[in-house]
């Protein structure tokens, strides 16, 4: 974990300081996690919640602005499908952070159509509602490990919306578009870990679909602060992918299990892989080995030059072998997530 790093070096550089910002999907897990610190460590102009439920920001609003006298919170109902709402929401709005989304595998799956609609149609429609308001200048998206190669629909959705963002640099005057992806969130709504630890201190079985999956895995302060240094460093068109570590699944379980109830691991249930879902994740794919830079993170480049020399990462050579996939890498310290 990283601990603060990325956020302490976006704050030094005063990047959002003054800044109006907005977003999406702003009642979700990352969505209070970014406000909370925002609140704390920066100093915008003004933070501007859109989302589409009013009792979450109704909620945000007790917590964060009722006992706040000048606070710079504002709270905007609407659905990222109706960009005329966008463009409103968007009037004097410096910097995009794009969280809002269908996340759910099993939900998308079921719903296809839905998930299209706010995956793919909701993010072409902030790229739209942002390139028509030429006060935003930065617009990042939140994108997903199941993004690359993906065999789910919540991960083509993800995809395709990374191609949306990135070419909308191609449309952009003085405006800059760029992605983060990065895997699993600790903490997260329907995170898997605190619906294990609710299982094993009821004394219920834990249900593992396979017994050598493993994840990526990341906490929510530290994908906030992820997010806050691609902001400062961003130049339009990348995708920012971090470093992580990841978890085998039944190591989890059973250290869950062990710490609640001090039992074995007999109360774990195999029931097998579910459509749609791998068995390991990846944060690169084969296709973007050639077109990723590594600095103290991996940055997958635009496939069409739009930088200057000057501006672009430090390239490091490729290594053709190079899979990064969460089998393969470093392991977390299982204390530090559970």
């Not at 929510?220 to 902001?231: N, T, W």
């Amino acid at each position: 974990m990283n601990n603060g790093k990325f956020a302490n070096l976006a704050i030094r550089s005063g990047e959002m300081n003054g800044k109006a910002i907005l977003i999406t999907g702003g009642t979700g897990s990352f969505g209070k996690e970014f406000v909370r610190q925002a609140l704390q460590q920066l100093s915008p102009s003004k933070l501007v919640v859109y989302s589409r439920d009013e009792l979450k920001q109704f909620e945000m609003a007790r917590e964060y602005t009722d006992a706040t006298p000048n606070t710079p919170m504002r709270y905007f109902l609407g659905d990222v499908r109706d960009e005329a709402r966008l463009r409103k929401a968007l009037k004097g709005i410096d910097v995009v952070i794009h969280a809002a989304a269908i996340k759910q595998v099993p939900a998308a799956e079921y719903n296809p159509s839905e998930a299209v609609a706010t995956n793919i149609y909701g993010t072409q429609s902030v790229i739209n509602a942002c390139l028509a308001t030429k006060t935003v200048k930065k617009v990042i998206f939140l994108s997903t490990d199941k993004a690359v190669e993906p065999c789910n629909l919540y991960g083509c959705t993800k995809a395709v919306a990374e191609k949306l963002m990135v070419n909308a640099n191609l449309y952009a005057d003085n405006q800059k578009f760029a992605v983060v992806r990065y895997g699993n969130v600790m903490g997260s709504r329907g995170s898997v870990i605190p619906h294990f630890k609710k299982l094993a201190e009821e004394g219920r079985s834990l249900t593992i679909t396979h017994k050598d999956m493993t994840r990526f895995w990341i906490s929510l302060p530290d994908a906030v602060e992820f997010v806050l240094r691609s902001i400062k460093d961003m130049k339009g068109g990348e995708i920012f992918v971090p470093k992580l570590p990841s978890l085998s699944m039944i190591e989890l379980a059973t250290t869950i299990i062990e710490r609640a109830t001090r039992k074995p691991r007999s109360d774990i249930i195999y029931t097998g892989i579910r459509p749609g879902e791998k068995l390991h994740e990846k944060l690169i794919s084969k296709n973007e080995r050639n077109v990723k830079r590594e600095i103290d993170r991996f940055v997958v480049m635009p496939s069409y030059n739009i930088f200057s020399d000057d501006e672009t990462f430090p390239l490091k050579v490729s290594d053709k072998s190079f899979d990064y996939t969460s089998n393969d890498a470093p392991r977390i310290n299982i204390m530090e997530v559970i």
